[in-house]
């Protein structure tokens, strides 16, 4: 029988098709509800940001310190009972550590890239340890260290996600201990969330958010761990949207938990539980689709798809080439521990050779962190805009960085926005590749506006030839 990927499972099981193990659904389940949208004027059309397509990367299974995996792999073999041979691998041959050296060359590799993505913080690694107490096989100053990198080399270009609390066994919420049974009914990665509501989910996930709190670093979306959730959609999505709301106070709440790495279905992200959009205080939960599978090595360190499953080397052909040509974003999925592969760094060198080949043929992506996409859709679906004589009028729930509309019609005059007592010129740019927030560019009768969107009522004025 085929082993599937842990996350594979999650995309199969959504689009109804028949795993091992589980009954074939005619119909997905169902998802979350999206909630309001306001009405749209004809004419008026709002493009990615700046005009570009963005990208992303998505790091799953990372932590400090800890090569989750090497401690994940029998915990997972003890919940199949011994008898899926995924899980019967070498892992005593893996090496406990991915060290701080390896996370220091890729973060700064990447910072001179561009790159940005999301960068998954486990708070209690396969039950090795709590990250805001004692990790088992480190001292604490390595495990300050180790912190202190993450927080300042990676920060400024990653998101922090809980993947869950431990990855692995579910944890006892008034113990802090890892219940006692063992099977699939008591794995964060497959059942435990089925039947439970988004109160009880949230409540988990406010332990998970909670720790990566005390230890300093800001979360404003968490990650699924395989399956999480993955049968509970519309609980996941509140408790998500609760549980952010809490203990960060972020105005949008974002998870990851599906991706669609083939096919032509659809892999923007998905606005849900909208409401109040014009009040002060709007609400959504926004889903980030994934767009790969992990080809650079693999969780469980097995052997790489390769750089030809994200984009060929004469450029032409690949995933991303099928998702950057429809404009869509294009979120790759990894997990650390095959950027890592045991030392070998074969999933790193994968993903450099794909960054190159990426910025060989296209100079219209933009990088962008899984909040700043999630923040662009919000916007892009639920701001208001009417039409005015001489004017479109916004009413945004959210402000919004490089918002980018177009239109149909000549702009003699040029533009201007003005928000409250303020009044920003936008400048005349004569190239699509040098629009940027307060620019705009005419070419015939269709112009493109991309400025910073304010929070509340704002107008985008044509001024008088």
């Not at 486990?122 to 202190?148: I, N």
């Not at 869950?164 to 579910?170: A, C």
């Not at 993903?351 to 933009?366: K, N, T």
């Not at 490089?402 to 239109?407: E, H, L, P, S």
């Amino acid at each position: 029988m085929k082993t599937l990927h842990r996350r594979r499972f999650v995309s199969q099981a959504m689009t109804g098709v028949a795993l091992p193990g589980m009954a074939a659904r005619q119909t997905p389940p169902p998802g979350p509800q999206p909630g309001d949208r306001p009405d749209r004027p004809a004419g008026l059309t709002i493009l990615n940001p700046c005009g570009r397509v963005p990208v992303s990367l998505i790091i799953d299974d990372s932590t400090c310190l800890v090569n989750l995996n090497r401690f994940a792999m029998p915990q997972f073999d003890l919940a199949h009972g011994g008898k899926n041979p995924a899980y019967l691998r070498n892992w005593r041959e893996w090496p406990a550590e991915i060290p701080d050296s390896f996370v220091s060359r890729f973060g700064e590799w990447c910072a001179e890239q561009g790159v940005k993505g999301k960068f998954s913080v486990v708070p209690y690694p396969a039950c090795v340890g709590r990250l805001d107490r004692l990790l088992p096989g480190w001292s604490p100053s390595e495990l300050d260290a180790s912190l202190e990198l993450v927080r300042t080399l990676l920060a400024p270009n990653w998101d922090f996600h809980p993947e869950m609390i431990t990855h692995t066994r579910v944890i006892d919420l008034k113990t802090g201990h890892p219940y006692p049974e063992t099977s699939l009914n008591f794995m964060e990665n497959w059942e435990w969330t089925t039947g439970k509501s988004a109160d009880e989910i949230g409540a988990y996930l406010r332990y998970a958010l909670s720790i990566l709190k005390n230890v300093g670093l800001r979360c404003e979306g968490v990650t699924s761990p395989g399956g999480f959730g993955s049968r509970a959609r519309p609980e996941l999505a509140r408790a998500v949207g609760q549980a952010v709301r809490d203990i960060f106070a972020a105005e949008i709440p974002h998870y990851f938990l599906d991706l669609v790495d083939r096919g032509t279905a659809a892999v923007t992200p998905r606005v849900e539980l909208a409401s109040g959009l014009e009040s002060a205080d709007p609400r959504c939960v926004v889903s980030i689709v994934g767009c790969t599978s992990d080809w650079t090595g693999g969780w469980d360190n097995t052997t790489p798809g390769g750089a030809d499953r994200f984009i060929t080397a004469d450029l032409q052909q690949g995933r991303l080439v099928e998702v950057i040509g429809r404009k869509e974003p294009a979120v790759m999925v990894c997990h650390w521990t095959g950027i890592y592969w045991n030392g070998q760094e074969l999933g790193f060198h994968i993903f450099q050779e794909v960054v190159r080949r990426l910025g060989s043929r296209y100079d219209h992506l933009i990088w962008m962190k899984l909040s700043e996409i999630a923040r662009y859709w919000a916007a892009r679906e639920l701001t208001r805009m009417e039409r005015e004589t001489g004017a479109v009028v916004f009413r945004a729930p959210y402000a919004c960085p490089d918002f980018t509309m177009q239109w149909e019609g000549e702009t003699p005059g040029g533009l201007r926005l003005r928000h409250q007592d303020q009044t920003l010129p936008l400048k005349r740019v004569s190239a699509p590749l040098l629009l940027r927030s307060g620019a705009w560019i005419a070419e015939g009768r269709q112009s493109t506006a991309c400025f910073d969107l304010p929070k509340g009522i704002s107008r985008l004025e044509f001024a008088e030839a």
